[in-house]
Structures are given as C-alpha cells and as structure tokens.
C-alpha cells in the first residue's frame, strides 16, 4: 500500500494554531477510524499522540487534538510553544493486519 | 513502566547479515504484539510489520519480506530482527515498537537501533 500523504512542512507562530492534514484513501483512512498521530524531535523515538483518530493518551496535551473527514485525517496543534516543533507522522490500519505511515511534516515555530 | 531497549548501532558490510534485538520490561510481554518500523536517514518512518508475541506468527509488510525476519524469545521477553544479505539501502534507524492495548497504535517504542551498511 502507498504512504499517506502530508504536506512536507508548516508554521505557526507561537501562540497560534497549525494544522497538518493527511490523506490516504478507502483502503485505509476512509473506511477505519484507526488513525494514530506520531511526534518525533530529531534524534528520538516517536511518541503517540493521538489515536483512534480524536483519543489522546494520558498526559499528552489538550493542545493536540484529531479529526477526520472522509478519506483525510487532521491534526490540530493550538498555541503553539516551542517544544512543539517537530516532525509529525500519521498512521492507519489499512487493513488485513496491515498498517502505513504518512510521510511526515515538519512543524517550524516562529 | 513499559521499557523497550534496543541493541546498539551496527556496521556491517554489504552481503552480510545483522540482528537487532528488543528487550521489553514493564509489562507481559506475550499480551502485546511487537511492531518493527524503519526510518532511512532524513526520511519518514516506514511500517516494516509485527509479529504476534503469543503465537510467534510474523506479518511482514510489502517490501519487507524474503530478507527480514523477525523473531522471539519469550523466556528472556525479547524481540528480534534480522535482515540479510545486507545492501547500502538497508542503512536506517530500526525502531521497535509495542501495539497498544487497543491494538491499532504503537504506544511505546524502543530508542532505535543505526544499522550502516557500507564496504
């Protein structure tokens, strides 16, 4: 299966909101609600921060928040600090015990 | 608290093989699958597949079957990759990571292992 798509970059100042889309298609973000959000700082592991496409795990931010429509899924990071700029992944199950990543944005704060 | 440790950096010679192993702490390591995921120098991550810590099965993902393997040892709650006949492409950040209870998201990851395939 093919990567999901992101756009390779955003920006926000600080303080305000970013949103970073992901699009996959029927195969996968369209038909499951199983759409996971990674953060990645450079040289470091990821880290979950969404899942099932709106839950967020415990002690993660109600800045960071998830939606989807249709065969596009979003996430949202409002007020925007500086340990926010990142590299940000989304995931889908896409079926028969098969999963695929999106092929990343990277977050710039101003 | 769940821990995922990976082994250390590996260099290693085109043709030859390598195993990164996962050690995982914290939790019963049969009720949670084990996912692999690659992440080539400067680019995104890449879902490799998982293998089913109860039953042992594999689940490879396209692309990643034929020289990759994955592997348990339950008595010491160890994952294992093993990649062989190694090529330059193969050069990456191998990460291991834990499904969920939920099972459709990683929820804990190993730091990463630098596998450098080069003559």
């Known amino acids: 299966q093919s990567a999901l798509t992101q756009p390779p970059s955003a920006s926000g100042s600080r303080g305000q909101s970013v949103t970073i889309s992901c699009t996959g298609t029927s195969s996968d973000v369209g038909t499951y609600n199983y759409v996971s959000w990674y953060q990645q700082h450079p040289g470091k592991a990821p880290k979950l921060i969404i899942f099932e496409v709106s839950k967020r795990p415990s002690g993660v931010p109600n800045r960071f928040s998830g939606s989807k429509s249709g065969s596009t899924a979003s996430l949202t990071v409002s007020g925007l600090q500086a340990e926010d700029e990142a590299d940000f992944y989304c995931?889908?199950?896409?079926?028969?015990?098969?999963?695929?990543f999106g092929g990343g944005t990277r977050v710039t704060v101003l | 608290q769940v821990h995922l440790v990976q082994s250390g950096s590996d260099l290693k010679k085109p043709g030859a093989s390598v195993k990164v192993s996962c050690k995982a702490s914290?939790?019963?390591?049969?009720?949670?699958?084990i996912n692999w995921v690659r992440q080539a120098p400067g680019q995104g991550l890449e879902w490799m597949g998982w293998i089913n810590t109860n039953t042992g099965n594999p689940t490879y993902a396209q692309g990643f079957t034929g020289r990759f393997v994955f592997s348990l040892d339950t008595s010491v709650t160890t994952a294992y990759l093993q990649i062989s006949s190694l090529e330059a492409g193969d050069t990456a950040v191998y990460y291991c990571?834990?499904?969920?209870?939920?099972?459709?998201?990683?929820?804990?990851w190993g730091q990463g292992t630098l596998v450098t395939v080069s003559s």
């Open positions: 914290g939790y019963i390591f049969t009720s949670y699958s």
């Open positions: 995931s889908s199950y896409a079926g028969n015990y098969n999963w695929v």
């Open positions: 990571a834990r499904a969920s209870d939920t099972w459709y998201e990683l929820d804990y």
